[in-house]
């Protein structure tokens, strides 16, 4: 079995070598693997064969055809699950940081599908079978809740809410700045990163998202926002904030673990530091979902409490002073 992908390269794109380039933007690729699937003309540039050498230039059409690994096997695991709510059609779980939602390259086991099929014994079959049940995911060190389907009837109408992009997910996040205004709007197409391919940013060419924000509390140089999805794109809320200039508090990959905002001083740099001890992860929570239950088709909304860790950064931000909270 063959996996074609066709990649166009983006304007603006830096000189970069082929199989550097394809190996970034194919999942689980080597560079190995690639190099050889361009020597043996399974990669084309333009419809034509080319080195691996060659230095990719924007505009640039990328045929590949890679063989596709078989699946992988997934197994169940005996592993701590905060449940929310179960029933015959569906289970909301809390994820905790550091759990990753589904078996992928470098994390075959310990995540949240190994769990769940412990617990559930079978989940909804899905088009991968690495990802039994999943409807919608949160990135590794993004606490919260997720909703995760038992059938495959249930699958269908989950999966078809998201798709309408009906669904309620509201999330809390501690960010970077002050804001002028209490809430606002971000309308900023999010694809992947021309510069480094392992990360999500706003292009120009990539796909439409929209993510709404109100501020909760503001501090000196960070804030407590409530964050709405209207779309759902990967790491959507961490670009679009990293975007306008807030990235998330403790957010490694989106400049969230440097001083973006406030004086610089060695007495702001000694106490970011120490707020940065409380939490070494994006300071980031899916604190609600709500959809239509796809069994009774009522209304199903459920609510989840912030992390300790976001707490301990909040409660050190309010110990400090602050002014009032905005909303």
Avoid at 3 to 23: F, M, N, Q
Avoid at 174 to 201: C, H, L, P, Q, Y
Avoid at 239 to 250: D, M, T
Wanted: hydrophobic share 40%; with cysteine; proline share 8%.
């Amino acid at each position: 079995m063959t996996l074609p992908v066709e990649i166009r390269v983006p304007p603006g794109k830096t000189k970069e070598r082929l199989d550097l380039y394809v190996t970034g933007c194919v999942e689980n690729a080597t560079r190995t693997r690639v190099q050889k699937a361009i020597r043996e003309g399974a990669v084309l540039v333009n419809g034509e064969r080319v080195r691996p050498s060659y230095p990719v230039m924007p505009g640039d059409v990328i045929r590949i055809l890679l063989p596709k690994p078989p699946p992988a096997e997934t197994i169940a695991e005996e592993i701590p699950l905060a449940i929310v709510y179960e029933d015959e059609h569906l289970i909301v779980v809390n994820k905790p940081a550091g759990m990753v939602t589904h078996p992928a390259h470098g994390n075959t086991t310990g995540t949240l599908v190994n769990a769940l099929l412990h617990h559930c014994g079978s989940l909804a079959p899905g088009a991968d079978p690495v990802r039994p049940g999943i409807v919608h995911r949160l990135d590794k060190e993004t606490s919260g809740l997720l909703v995760v389907a038992k059938t495959s009837e249930a699958h269908a109408r989950l999966a078809a809410q998201f798709a309408r992009r009906t669904v309620i997910r509201e999330y809390q996040a501690i960010v970077w700045g002050r804001f002028e205004r209490d809430s606002g709007v971000i309308e900023a197409n999010v694809g992947r990163s021309a510069s480094d391919r392992k990360k999500m940013a706003v292009v120009p060419g990539g796909k439409s998202a929209v993510t709404e924000f109100t501020v909760m509390e503001q501090f000196r140089y960070l804030a407590l926002l409530r964050l709405k999805l209207r779309t759902g794109r990967t790491h959507q809320i961490r670009v679009h904030l990293a975007h306008i200039n807030h990235p998330v508090f403790g957010d490694p990959t989106y400049g969230g673990r440097r001083i973006v905002w406030g004086p610089g001083t060695t007495g702001q740099k000694a106490e970011v530091e120490r707020l940065l001890s409380l939490i070494g992860r994006q300071a980031l929570h899916a604190r609600t979902v709500g959809f239509i239950h796809p069994g009774t088709q009522k209304p199903a909304f459920f609510e989840s409490q912030m992390p300790a860790d976001m707490e301990a950064v909040l409660n050190a931000l309010r110990q400090a002073g602050s002014p009032s909270p905005r909303k």
